[in-house]
């Protein structure tokens, strides 16, 4: 028994190695070749973007102008969620003093290869035509493929510096496959309101990458302490990731909301909750420190925990102080989780979680699923309207006679099943990344942007004393 752990371990813990010439040209080059053959046999068009489909959809529709078309209402949108998930996402993991290429590197290298693999797995659920067996897209299944990339790159924030692209590319293989697997079960079969992905984006990744980061816990990780930190400069690379998400999040809860007032409310909903959170994030930040001063980490992080927490409600009518409300709780609740629960997860569970996701992402996502669940569930005529009610929670076909109170539980449900994917999923996937073939980094090696990238450390610093040596000249 005792040689067959020893074995085991061996196995699972022998000498890193982050040689990737031959997994990575490899992986990338083998998964695009699939990608090529499946868009060939599967994706097409759809009538607003066929050039012979939208002729005839506007002489069906009696359309006289191109500007009718769908494009000219969600891109607009599309464009603000584009820059959140490249450029906001990106930049915001760059907080690390030796990890910038990194983490907007290999965010955009996962998100350009989620995306794709997004729209044959949401094609496959959700617009997949029994007839042809063709998927068609639009600009509203970029969104949707933006959307379902999101949850990926909201579990490499836990991994941050610790794992090798090539694992990324698998945690993004089967974190897509299993973003589009609970996003059926939430949206077509529990029939939730969850436009801005509270559930199905955020909790699902925030836990997925969280289990991952517990299967993949590192006894030794303190040998990279030193480089675990950032320094003036990446914090202020952070914070404008932290400023275009903060832009744009009222975008993304409204971008594949219903034309009219719902997103008109979705907006105004998610922009008062952000401002809201703001405030608290910086109170609770300073009352924190003995001398009252602010962390950078509460301010690029917790200020956004609001827009996350409004993803399922911002399109309900949960109120303007309601909005407020949700974004004072979540700046408190986010920023406490940065001082006390990290730290505890760390030491008492063996979870180690760079960018905190669990504050920003998993624990806001939860809690508005269950706000959104509570505000369905009290929704009524008197407060939407008849049509209104119809409108906003679709309750047409065989969902037309659902009342609110069941409504308000296949939310709650829903936000369930979101834990449940990522929990799960996130072990199982962890389990893989644990075979020794994925060239990850070594635990005295880790948060190094050497380990990948043609870099020299010190050539760098040469050049940023020549800088400053220049500013003060000038001076």
Known sequence: ?????????????????????????????????????????????????????????????????????????????????????FVGFGFLMTFLKRYSFGGVGFNFLIAAFGLQWALLMQGWFHALDPVTGKITIGIESLINADFCCAGSLIAYGALLGKVSPVQLMVVTLFGVTLFAVEEYIIL???????????????????YYGLAISWVLYRPNLNLSKRLNGSVYHSDLFAMIGALFLWMFWPSFNSAITNHGAGQHRTVINTYLALASCVLTTFAISSMSQKKGKLDMVH???????????????????????????????????????????????????????TCGIHNL???????????????????????????????????????????????????????????????????????????????????????????????????????????????????
């Open 299 to 353: 301010i690029q992080n917790a200020s956004l925990a609001a827009g996350v927490a409004m993803g399922t409600a911002a399109e309900l009518m949960i109120t303007p102080y309601g909005s407020i409300i949700v974004g004072f709780c979540c700046g408190i609740i986010s920023t406490f989780g940065y001082l006390y629960v990290t730290p505890f997860l760390e030491k008492k569970l063996k979870l180690q979680d």
């Open 1 to 85: 028994m005792g040689n067959c752990c020893e074995r085991a371990a061996n196995f699972f813990g022998p000498q890193k190695n982050t040689y990737i010439r031959v997994s990575l040209p490899a992986v990338c080059f083998v998964w695009q070749i699939a990608m090529v053959v499946l868009f060939g046999v599967f994706i097409r068009y759809d009538e607003e973007s066929d050039e012979k489909g939208w002729n005839e959809f506007k002489k069906s529709h009696n359309i006289t102008s191109n500007i009718e078309n769908d494009f000219y209402f969600r891109y607009p949108s599309f464009q603000d969620v584009h820059v959140m998930i």
């Open 361 to 475: 992402h998993a624990v806001p996502g939860m809690l508005g699923g269950f706000v959104g669940a509570i505000v369905a569930a009290t929704a009524t005529e008197e407060i939407y309207g008849k049509e209104g009610l119809i409108e906003t929670f679709d309750l047409t076909g065989k969902f037309e006679n659902r009342t609110m109170s069941t409504q308000g539980g296949y939310q709650a449900a829903g936000t369930c099943v979101a834990i449940a994917f990522g929990l799960v999923g996130g072990v199982c996937v962890g389990f893989i990344l644990r075979f020794p073939i994925w060239g990850d980094p070594a635990d005295d090696f880790c948060f190094d942007d050497e380990a990948y990238w043609e870099y020299c450390f010190a050539q760098f610093m040469s050049h940023i004393v020549v800088y400053y040596q220049l500013l003060e000249a000038l001076s």
């Open 188 to 206: 077509d079969l529990f029939h939730c309101r969850d436009a801005g992905g509270a559930m199905v984006i955020h909790t699902f990744g925030g």
